[in-house]
T-cell receptor, first 117, second 115 residues
């Protein structure tokens, strides 16, 4: 069964450094998302991406964050200057086969655990 | 403010028993409601998805119900197994349109199934 993959599984970085989290969505999916989950807290929406542009973003997704689909398969989340409070599990998700009806299921990747020291 | 509240926060049951998890939401406008299962340290996995016009949806031993009038949903698990131990998260989509983007997550109910 197709699945969303994410790399790396774990990332440790120093405060102020840039990190890039990578995701390979399910082939033929059209919609891509990033979420984060701070330890012990609920999953929070960051951004959705469709047709090579951001379609929605939350208040969390400030100027320090950016997303990109550099080629036909990868979907990346960049944090320009990490802060201690960016430490969290970051989940990528994808959905929506071409021609699918509204409300298609989002498939989540296994996550990247980011630790900012 | 759009919110999703779940109860109980945690639940311990014996293997083979049934249980019901609750979800109340204040999301408007409402598009659909989903239940996800999340194992520790893993990404959420979809169990069911219901639009506002659906009252119930089953997926094996999981049955979700939805009352859009009272803004309540439940997830019923029958004949629980040890592998059902996980967090069960109620997620509501307030969006219309293909993006579905800004899902609103509950905090989840942590279910422990004991032998």
């Amino acid at each position: 069964e197709p699945e969303v993959t994410q790399t790396p599984s774990h990332q440790v970085t120093q405060m102020g450094q840039e990190v890039i989290l990578r995701c390979v969505p399910i082939s033929n999916h059209l919609y891509f998302y990033w979420y984060r989950q701070i330890l012990g807290q609920k999953v929070e929406f960051l951004v959705s991406f469709y047709n090579n542009e951001i379609s929605e973003k939350s208040e969390i997704f400030d100027d320090q964050f950016s997303v990109e689909r550099p080629d036909g398969s990868n979907f990346t989340l960049k944090i320009r200057s990490t802060k201690l409070e960016d430490s969290a599990m970051y989940f990528c998700a994808s959905s929506g086969l071409a021609g699918s009806k509204l409300g298609e299921t989002q498939y989540f990747g296994p996550g990247t655990r980011l630790l900012v020291l | 403010k759009n919110q999703v509240e779940q109860s109980p926060q945690s639940l311990i049951i014996l293997e083979g028993k049934n249980c019901t998890l609750q979800c109340n939401y204040t999301v408007s406008p409402f598009s659909n409601l989903r239940w996800y299962k999340q194992d520790t340290g893993r990404g959420p996995v979809s169990l069911t998805i219901m639009t506002f016009s659906e009252n119930t949806k089953s997926n094996g031993r999981y049955t979700a119900t939805l009352d859009a009038d009272t803004k309540q949903s439940s997830l019923h698990i029958t004949a629980s197994q040890l592998s059902d131990s996980a967090s069960y998260i109620c997620v509501v989509s307030p969006s219309y349109g293909g993006s579905q983007g800004n899902l609103i997550f509950g905090k989840g109910t942590k279910l422990s199934v004991k032998p």
